[in-house]
């Protein structure tokens, strides 16, 4: 009798289509899909009326750590993205020792075992003055990605001029990461505003064609260089549309806010809490992104969790720190869009499983397969429950979706066969890894 460490039992597998089958895992691997009826295990999950998803990777969080504990660190960003079914987070280099050198990468590596309760990719940044030195960087163990801040940073990390971007565009192969709002237009149209304006006027400071020079100045350039080109949390309908016809070097990725969110309503009601960059923006915005998903032009959904202190949030605009929280109420949310027919689950798959892992290049992870690693976020679909801001574990302790009823629940999460939740329990301690690119 074959013998397997785990086995998902009678479950309905999603990978571009359903069907029911079982899962046998061996050594963190996926070794066997269909009828094992015949087959033992040491622990068999009874998996009948669930879904079984790749695990979701969530390529764009904020775990700010080196930064400020009572906002948010690697530990308790990490337990939230398994309560929420997240079996692996890409995590930004934006902290308090900035990661764009290989010292401070590796202090950054060396947080996670004993810290994570997820699998983490690590994304390198971008300056004025490590441009030389990209190419040796992007290649370094666990770096998913260089990100460029082509706008809205502070610091080293803004490379926003021409000449810096092309440059870095010209030492290096892998696909390289852009926030995208043009530097130049954000400053000069930050003077037509005053402090204290109503929170609805950071969609009319950072407005569509903020988000759609920067991403035309980078696509010029990515075509002149021929680089591989990702643009992150892609907000506007013009953007979307452009983005069609650089299929051959550029990706999209879409945030989980601009497909639930919609202004100028969304700040009225959320205050400090609906702010974070590119901008929540209107409606046309929103259809155009859901069109553009279920047309098969954007690659990933990410949720760009980015912790700010209550204070910080609550300051008033523009003074407001721009960045929501996230990891935890990716899955939720989007389950709910599928209750609801907004994208059939296959494509959550292909966007938040497979989508990530393909853009990234993440060894082993985003499909239900043989030799894959046994990463699996399990949904009930039927499940309905309230986003409350008790359950969050972000020490900042707030979301933008409190109070939210979402149809369709992560209910277990499974990191390389090992159960780490189980409906809202927390199994064993971190054992979170770094993931490794190709
Ligand atoms: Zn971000």
Known sequence: MEHFDLILKNGTVVTSSQERADIGCRNGRIVAIGNLDRAEATEVIDCTGLHVLPGVIDPHVHLREPGDASVETIHDGTKGAILGGVTAVFDMPNTAESVVSKEVLDRKRAMIPGKSWCDIGLYVGATKKNIETLDTLEVQDNVCAIKVFAGSSTGDLLVEDDASLEALMRNGTRRVCYHSEDETRLQERKKLFSVGQPYRMHMEWRDVECAFLGTRRLMSLARKTGRKTHILHVSTAEELAYMRDFKDIGTVEVLVNHLTQVGPDVYDRLGGYAIMNP??????????????????????????????SREAKERPWPLTSAGLTGVQTLVPIMLDHVNAGRLPLERMVSLMSAGPARVYGAVGKGHIAPGYDADFTIVDLAHRRTIEESWITSPCGWTPFAGTSCTGWPVMTVIRGQTVMREDEIIGSPRGAVVSFS
């Open 279 to 308: 901008p929540i923006r209107d409606q046309r915005h929103y259809d155009a992104s859901w069109a553009a998903v279920n047309a098969g032009d954007v690659d990933c959904i990410g949720s760009d969790h980015a912790p700010h």
